[in-house]
Protein backbone atom coordinates (compact mmCIF):
# COMPACT_ATOMS: atom_id res chain seq x y z
CA UNK A 1 0.00 0.00 0.00
CA UNK A 2 1.66 3.40 -1.04
CA UNK A 3 2.44 6.31 1.54
CA UNK A 4 -1.24 8.11 0.06
CA UNK A 5 -3.58 5.20 0.54
CA UNK A 6 -2.02 4.24 3.87
CA UNK A 7 -2.29 7.82 5.44
CA UNK A 8 -5.48 9.11 3.69
CA UNK A 9 -7.57 8.12 6.72
CA UNK A 10 -5.41 9.88 9.08
CA UNK A 11 -5.97 13.30 7.28
CA UNK A 12 -9.50 12.90 8.47
CA UNK A 13 -8.73 11.49 11.70
CA UNK A 14 -6.50 15.20 11.93
CA UNK A 15 -9.51 17.23 10.69
CA UNK A 16 -11.67 15.63 13.38
CA UNK A 17 -9.73 16.40 16.05
CA UNK A 18 -9.24 20.01 14.98
CA UNK A 19 -13.08 20.65 14.57
CA UNK A 20 -13.63 18.73 18.18
CA UNK A 21 -11.00 21.44 19.45
CA UNK A 22 -12.94 24.25 17.91
CA UNK A 23 -15.70 23.10 19.23
CA UNK A 24 -14.60 22.84 22.63
CA UNK A 25 -12.37 26.35 22.44
CA UNK A 26 -15.87 27.99 21.58
CA UNK A 27 -17.70 26.69 24.11
CA UNK A 28 -15.48 27.56 27.32
CA UNK A 29 -14.58 30.81 25.54
CA UNK A 30 -17.35 32.79 25.93
CA UNK A 31 -16.84 34.17 29.03
CA UNK A 32 -13.04 35.44 27.89
CA UNK A 33 -15.45 37.02 24.85
CA UNK A 34 -17.46 38.79 27.49
CA UNK A 35 -14.70 40.21 28.83
CA UNK A 36 -12.90 41.47 26.27
CA UNK A 37 -16.55 43.52 24.39
CA UNK A 38 -17.40 44.60 27.88
CA UNK A 39 -13.90 46.17 28.52
CA UNK A 40 -13.97 47.29 24.48
CA UNK A 41 -17.91 47.90 24.42
CA UNK A 42 -19.04 48.99 27.73
CA UNK A 43 -22.63 48.00 29.19
CA UNK A 44 -24.11 47.66 25.69
CA UNK A 45 -22.12 44.30 25.63
CA UNK A 46 -25.07 42.92 27.44
CA UNK A 47 -27.36 42.06 24.82
CA UNK A 48 -24.54 39.61 24.39
CA UNK A 49 -25.34 37.43 26.81
CA UNK A 50 -28.91 36.13 25.33
CA UNK A 51 -26.51 34.37 21.77
CA UNK A 52 -23.54 33.67 24.27
CA UNK A 53 -25.86 31.50 26.58
CA UNK A 54 -28.84 30.38 24.14
CA UNK A 55 -29.57 26.26 23.74
CA UNK A 56 -28.88 26.74 20.11
CA UNK A 57 -25.26 28.29 20.29
CA UNK A 58 -24.46 25.56 22.68
CA UNK A 59 -26.32 22.81 21.22
CA UNK A 60 -24.54 23.75 17.57
CA UNK A 61 -21.07 24.04 19.18
CA UNK A 62 -21.54 20.60 21.15
CA UNK A 63 -22.94 18.56 18.24
CA UNK A 64 -19.88 19.59 16.05
CA UNK A 65 -17.41 18.37 18.73
CA UNK A 66 -19.88 15.25 18.58
CA UNK A 67 -19.10 14.83 14.78
CA UNK A 68 -15.40 15.61 15.18
CA UNK A 69 -14.99 12.32 17.72
CA UNK A 70 -17.51 10.45 15.35
CA UNK A 71 -14.66 11.16 12.32
CA UNK A 72 -11.55 10.04 14.76
CA UNK A 73 -14.08 7.18 15.52
CA UNK A 74 -14.97 6.61 11.71
CA UNK A 75 -10.61 6.36 11.47
CA UNK A 76 -10.04 3.72 14.15
CA UNK A 77 -12.91 1.44 12.81
CA UNK A 78 -12.02 1.70 9.42
CA UNK A 79 -8.31 1.15 10.58
CA UNK A 80 -9.63 -2.28 12.41
CA UNK A 81 -11.21 -3.41 9.10
CA UNK A 82 -14.68 -3.57 10.75
CA UNK A 83 -16.83 -2.08 7.39
CA UNK A 84 -20.08 -2.78 8.81
CA UNK A 85 -19.67 -1.04 11.98
CA UNK A 86 -17.61 1.48 9.51
CA UNK A 87 -20.67 2.54 7.21
CA UNK A 88 -23.08 3.14 10.37
CA UNK A 89 -20.17 5.63 12.21
CA UNK A 90 -20.33 6.97 9.13
CA UNK A 91 -23.59 7.72 8.75
CA UNK A 92 -24.16 8.46 12.01
CA UNK A 93 -21.50 11.29 11.53
CA UNK A 94 -23.58 12.66 8.42
CA UNK A 95 -26.75 12.92 10.64
CA UNK A 96 -24.66 14.77 13.46
CA UNK A 97 -22.83 16.80 10.89
CA UNK A 98 -26.46 17.84 9.44
CA UNK A 99 -27.77 18.44 12.61
CA UNK A 100 -24.84 20.52 13.66
CA UNK A 101 -25.44 22.78 10.49
CA UNK A 102 -29.56 23.01 11.11
CA UNK A 103 -28.89 24.30 14.84
CA UNK A 104 -25.78 26.58 13.84
CA UNK A 105 -28.26 28.21 11.24
CA UNK A 106 -30.50 29.00 14.30
CA UNK A 107 -27.71 30.58 16.34
CA UNK A 108 -26.96 32.53 13.87
CA UNK A 109 -29.25 34.18 13.09
CA UNK A 110 -30.12 34.67 16.70
CA UNK A 111 -26.72 36.28 16.94
CA UNK A 112 -26.81 38.52 14.38
CA UNK A 113 -30.17 39.95 15.61
CA UNK A 114 -28.46 40.73 18.88
CA UNK A 115 -25.24 41.67 17.21
CA UNK A 116 -27.47 44.11 15.27
CA UNK A 117 -28.92 45.41 18.44
CA UNK A 118 -25.51 46.13 19.94
CA UNK A 119 -24.69 48.09 16.93
CA UNK A 120 -27.98 50.35 17.25
CA UNK A 121 -27.26 51.43 20.69
CA UNK A 122 -23.67 52.24 19.65
CA UNK A 123 -24.42 54.31 16.56
CA UNK A 124 -27.27 55.92 18.85
CA UNK A 125 -24.28 57.03 21.13
CA UNK A 126 -21.96 58.29 18.54
CA UNK A 127 -24.36 59.91 16.06
CA UNK A 128 -23.80 63.53 15.17
CA UNK A 129 -25.18 66.91 16.79
CA UNK A 130 -26.07 68.37 13.41
CA UNK A 131 -29.43 67.06 13.16
CA UNK A 132 -28.75 66.93 9.13
CA UNK A 133 -25.30 64.98 9.50
CA UNK A 134 -27.14 62.30 12.15
CA UNK A 135 -30.27 62.28 9.60
CA UNK A 136 -27.71 61.23 6.81
CA UNK A 137 -25.85 59.18 9.12
CA UNK A 138 -28.98 56.80 9.96
CA UNK A 139 -30.15 56.65 6.28
CA UNK A 140 -26.40 55.31 5.47
CA UNK A 141 -26.67 53.10 8.65
CA UNK A 142 -30.22 51.80 7.00
CA UNK A 143 -29.19 51.50 3.60
CA UNK A 144 -29.55 48.37 1.22
CA UNK A 145 -26.53 46.50 -0.27
CA UNK A 146 -25.47 48.63 -3.33
CA UNK A 147 -25.57 47.26 -6.99
CA UNK A 148 -21.56 45.94 -6.03
CA UNK A 149 -23.24 43.63 -3.24
CA UNK A 150 -21.04 45.43 -0.99
CA UNK A 151 -22.25 46.27 2.13
CA UNK A 152 -23.02 49.81 2.90
CA UNK A 153 -24.66 49.73 6.87
CA UNK A 154 -26.50 47.49 9.21
CA UNK A 155 -29.65 47.20 6.61
CA UNK A 156 -27.26 45.44 4.36
CA UNK A 157 -25.35 43.82 7.39
CA UNK A 158 -28.90 42.01 8.70
CA UNK A 159 -29.72 40.99 5.04
CA UNK A 160 -26.43 39.20 4.41
CA UNK A 161 -27.13 37.22 7.72
CA UNK A 162 -30.49 36.56 6.95
CA UNK A 163 -29.61 35.15 3.98
CA UNK A 164 -26.63 33.10 4.84
CA UNK A 165 -28.51 31.82 8.30
CA UNK A 166 -31.69 30.71 6.01
CA UNK A 167 -29.82 29.05 3.25
CA UNK A 168 -27.59 27.09 6.01
CA UNK A 169 -30.93 26.17 7.25
CA UNK A 170 -32.49 25.34 4.45
CA UNK A 171 -29.17 23.07 3.46
CA UNK A 172 -29.39 21.00 6.52
CA UNK A 173 -32.76 20.19 6.03
CA UNK A 174 -31.95 18.60 2.79
CA UNK A 175 -29.24 17.24 4.43
CA UNK A 176 -31.01 15.87 7.35
CA UNK A 177 -33.38 13.95 5.10
CA UNK A 178 -30.38 12.91 2.73
CA UNK A 179 -28.79 11.52 6.06
CA UNK A 180 -32.07 9.93 7.19
CA UNK A 181 -32.02 8.18 3.64
CA UNK A 182 -28.48 7.26 3.83
CA UNK A 183 -29.12 5.38 7.51
CA UNK A 184 -32.28 3.84 6.26
CA UNK A 185 -29.89 1.92 3.57
CA UNK A 186 -27.49 1.19 5.96
CA UNK A 187 -29.32 -0.18 9.28
CA UNK A 188 -32.27 -1.69 7.41
CA UNK A 189 -31.55 -5.04 5.04
CA UNK A 190 -33.03 -5.07 1.40
CA UNK A 191 -33.52 -0.59 1.71
CA UNK A 192 -31.47 1.49 -0.83
CA UNK A 193 -31.27 4.49 -2.27
CA UNK A 194 -31.61 5.41 -5.53
CA UNK A 195 -27.91 6.71 -6.60
CA UNK A 196 -29.59 10.20 -8.50
CA UNK A 197 -32.12 10.88 -5.56
CA UNK A 198 -28.34 10.93 -3.36
CA UNK A 199 -26.82 12.69 -5.66
CA UNK A 200 -29.21 15.77 -6.44
CA UNK A 201 -30.02 15.99 -2.82
CA UNK A 202 -26.70 16.48 -1.89
CA UNK A 203 -25.81 19.00 -4.96
CA UNK A 204 -28.58 20.98 -3.80
CA UNK A 205 -27.73 21.07 -0.10
CA UNK A 206 -24.10 21.52 -1.18
CA UNK A 207 -25.03 24.39 -3.40
CA UNK A 208 -27.21 25.88 -1.05
CA UNK A 209 -24.39 25.87 1.80
CA UNK A 210 -21.33 27.33 -0.50
CA UNK A 211 -23.47 30.31 -0.67
CA UNK A 212 -23.80 30.44 2.55
CA UNK A 213 -20.47 30.35 3.58
CA UNK A 214 -19.97 33.21 0.77
CA UNK A 215 -22.42 35.85 2.02
CA UNK A 216 -21.54 34.99 5.85
CA UNK A 217 -18.52 37.52 5.88
CA UNK A 218 -20.64 40.05 4.71
CA UNK A 219 -23.36 39.74 7.57
CA UNK A 220 -23.56 42.11 10.54
CA UNK A 221 -22.10 38.52 12.81
CA UNK A 222 -19.04 38.59 11.00
CA UNK A 223 -18.26 42.57 10.77
CA UNK A 224 -19.38 43.25 13.77
CA UNK A 225 -17.49 40.32 15.96
CA UNK A 226 -14.62 38.98 13.99
CA UNK A 227 -12.25 41.83 14.94
CA UNK A 228 -12.13 40.56 18.05
CA UNK A 229 -13.53 37.18 20.10
CA UNK A 230 -15.61 35.25 17.92
CA UNK A 231 -18.72 33.46 19.54
CA UNK A 232 -19.86 31.58 16.86
CA UNK A 233 -17.02 29.93 14.54
CA UNK A 234 -16.64 31.93 11.34
CA UNK A 235 -17.07 29.15 9.42
CA UNK A 236 -19.02 25.47 8.52
CA UNK A 237 -16.06 23.20 8.97
CA UNK A 238 -13.25 25.30 10.15
CA UNK A 239 -12.03 27.29 6.92
CA UNK A 240 -11.80 30.12 5.84
CA UNK A 241 -15.53 30.76 4.65
CA UNK A 242 -14.92 32.11 0.95
CA UNK A 243 -12.34 29.32 0.06
CA UNK A 244 -14.45 26.59 1.52
CA UNK A 245 -17.67 27.92 0.15
CA UNK A 246 -15.60 27.48 -3.30
CA UNK A 247 -14.92 23.71 -1.90
CA UNK A 248 -18.89 23.33 -1.49
CA UNK A 249 -19.80 24.78 -4.41
CA UNK A 250 -17.48 22.84 -6.72
CA UNK A 251 -18.85 19.44 -4.27
CA UNK A 252 -22.08 20.62 -5.76
CA UNK A 253 -21.04 20.90 -9.02
CA UNK A 254 -19.79 17.55 -9.06
CA UNK A 255 -22.36 15.59 -7.59
CA UNK A 256 -24.82 17.18 -10.46
CA UNK A 257 -22.54 15.88 -12.45
CA UNK A 258 -22.55 12.75 -11.19
CA UNK A 259 -26.23 12.73 -10.97
CA UNK A 260 -27.02 13.07 -14.68
CA UNK A 261 -24.06 11.10 -15.96
CA UNK A 262 -25.05 7.52 -17.79
CA UNK A 263 -21.65 5.98 -16.67
CA UNK A 264 -19.09 6.21 -13.69
CA UNK A 265 -15.65 6.94 -14.91
CA UNK A 266 -13.59 6.18 -11.61
CA UNK A 267 -10.35 7.97 -12.34
CA UNK A 268 -12.19 11.64 -13.28
CA UNK A 269 -14.67 11.17 -9.99
CA UNK A 270 -11.18 10.43 -7.39
CA UNK A 271 -9.15 13.64 -9.18
CA UNK A 272 -12.68 16.00 -8.70
CA UNK A 273 -12.68 14.68 -4.69
CA UNK A 274 -9.15 15.34 -4.72
CA UNK A 275 -9.26 18.66 -5.98
CA UNK A 276 -12.65 19.51 -3.46
CA UNK A 277 -10.29 17.93 -0.86
CA UNK A 278 -7.02 20.24 -1.87
CA UNK A 279 -9.64 23.14 -1.99
CA UNK A 280 -10.75 22.91 1.69
CA UNK A 281 -7.45 22.26 3.41
CA UNK A 282 -6.28 24.77 1.70
CA UNK A 283 -9.03 27.13 3.67
CA UNK A 284 -7.88 25.23 6.80
CA UNK A 285 -4.85 27.19 6.04
CA UNK A 286 -6.41 30.52 4.88
CA UNK A 287 -8.40 30.40 7.76
CA UNK A 288 -5.35 31.56 10.14
CA UNK A 289 -4.70 35.11 9.27
CA UNK A 290 -8.55 35.88 9.75
CA UNK A 291 -8.27 35.37 13.54
CA UNK A 292 -8.51 38.25 15.86
CA UNK A 293 -7.05 38.36 19.21
CA UNK A 294 -4.89 35.22 19.66
CA UNK A 295 -4.75 33.36 23.48
CA UNK A 296 -2.54 30.48 24.00
CA UNK A 297 -5.54 28.02 23.50
CA UNK A 298 -6.21 29.48 20.50
CA UNK A 299 -2.46 29.65 19.07
CA UNK A 300 -2.62 26.00 19.22
CA UNK A 301 -6.35 25.84 17.39
CA UNK A 302 -4.42 27.96 14.46
CA UNK A 303 -1.28 25.35 14.44
CA UNK A 304 -3.62 22.05 14.55
CA UNK A 305 -5.34 23.85 11.25
CA UNK A 306 -2.13 24.31 9.73
CA UNK A 307 -0.63 20.81 10.05
CA UNK A 308 -4.10 19.27 9.32
CA UNK A 309 -4.22 21.69 6.13
CA UNK A 310 -0.98 20.90 5.52
CA UNK A 311 -0.87 17.24 6.18
CA UNK A 312 -4.06 16.81 4.04
CA UNK A 313 -2.57 18.73 1.35
CA UNK A 314 0.53 16.74 0.97
CA UNK A 315 -1.66 13.56 0.80
CA UNK A 316 -3.50 14.72 -1.91
CA UNK A 317 -0.96 15.57 -3.96
CA UNK A 318 0.77 12.56 -3.64
CA UNK A 319 -2.97 10.73 -4.54
CA UNK A 320 -2.66 12.88 -7.82
CA UNK A 321 0.61 11.73 -8.60
CA UNK A 322 -0.12 8.22 -8.39
CA UNK A 323 -3.56 8.84 -10.20
CA UNK A 324 -1.89 10.57 -13.60
CA UNK A 325 0.87 7.92 -13.44
CA UNK A 326 -1.81 5.35 -13.37
CA UNK A 327 -0.57 3.62 -10.04
CA UNK A 328 -3.29 1.87 -8.32
CA UNK A 329 -5.25 3.98 -5.78
CA UNK A 330 -6.97 1.92 -2.85
Known amino acids: MSFASKYWRLSVGLVGVMLAFEAAFALVSGSSAMVYYAVTIGWPVLVLISPLTSPMTIVSLSLL ?179 EGAALFLLALALATLAFSRRTVLKAETLFTLIITSIYASSLVCNVVLMGNVTFFMAFLLVLKVVAGAFTLLIVFLHITELLTKKEIS
Open 65 to 243: GIMGCMMILYVATSYIEVSALTRKVLVTTFLIGAAYLFFLSLARIELSSSVSLLKVFLASSTLPSDPYLAAISVIVQLSPPSGYGVSLGLRAELQFASISGNLLLVSSLFLLLLGFLSSLSVFLEGWSIDRKVFYVTGAIASFLAAFSDFTFPLSVAWRGLNAGYPILPCSLFGGDPRV
